[in-house]
């Protein structure tokens, strides 16, 4: 009984995903969603008061299926995170329905800020690692870099979205580092950085 909740549950999450993703949350609603989950309304509400509480869970839950990268800790490790999640951003259906809400939240009342701080906390992590292996300039404040990197990243994603559909994302966040990267680290550090778009070249 519980195993069939939970994958009830999360058949109804992938479903919010896509609706929202496809039309936003104006566009969507918990019939939509429902019909497109395959489930009985009972067992959605069971799950989701709302179509409020659905687009909560997408936006708090858009990280659930990725892979972060696992090569070496510090800049390098926050750098290939960042144009992963710009590669993924155009093939993760519930990443990119949660960023999504989450930018266009102010529609609908939501407030959800966590996951913005969610972030800003996983890519502080990334450099403080940074720090202890000596890769921050002195002044560097990780918390702030942390929190402008994750404004910066939503920007950028908007506005690639307008521009190419996110086709061009990846080389957005790209040039997002070889701006930022002279104030967060000395040349000898950024001369041993790879920024790579689309998971392969090289693109200095």
């Not at 069939?4 to 609706?19: G, K, N, P, S």
């Not at 939509?32 to 708090?60: C, M, N, P, Q, W």
């Not at 040039?175 to 693109?203: F, H, M, Q, S």
């Amino acid at each position: 009984m519980q195993e069939r909740a939970v994958r009830t549950r999360e058949v109804l999450l992938r479903a919010a995903a896509e609706v929202f993703g496809e039309v936003g949350y104006p566009g969507a609603s918990i019939a939509k969603i429902i019909d497109r989950a395959g489930v009985t309304t009972g067992a959605a509400y069971f799950h989701f008061r709302s179509k409020e509480g659905l687009a909560r869970a997408v936006i708090r839950e858009q990280a659930a299926d990725l892979d972060f990268p696992e090569g070496e800790a510090g800049l390098q490790r926050l750098l290939d995170l960042t144009l992963y999640l710009a590669r993924e951003m155009r093939r993760n259906t519930l990443l990119r329905a949660g960023v999504r809400l989450a930018v266009e939240q102010s529609e609908a009342g939501l407030q959800e800020y966590s996951i913005y701080q969610w972030w800003a906390e996983r890519f502080e992590q990334e450099l403080e690692e940074a720090r202890e292996r000596g890769e921050l300039l002195p002044e560097a404040d990780a918390a702030v870099f942390a929190s402008t990197l994750v404004a910066a990243f939503t920007g950028a994603q908007i506005m690639s979205q307008l521009a190419s559909g996110r086709a061009d994302l990846p080389g957005r966040i790209a040039n997002l580092w070889r701006c930022l990267l002279p104030g967060l680290a000395p040349a000898d550090v950024i001369d041993r950085l790879e920024i790579t778009v689309d998971g392969g070249a090289d693109t200095r």
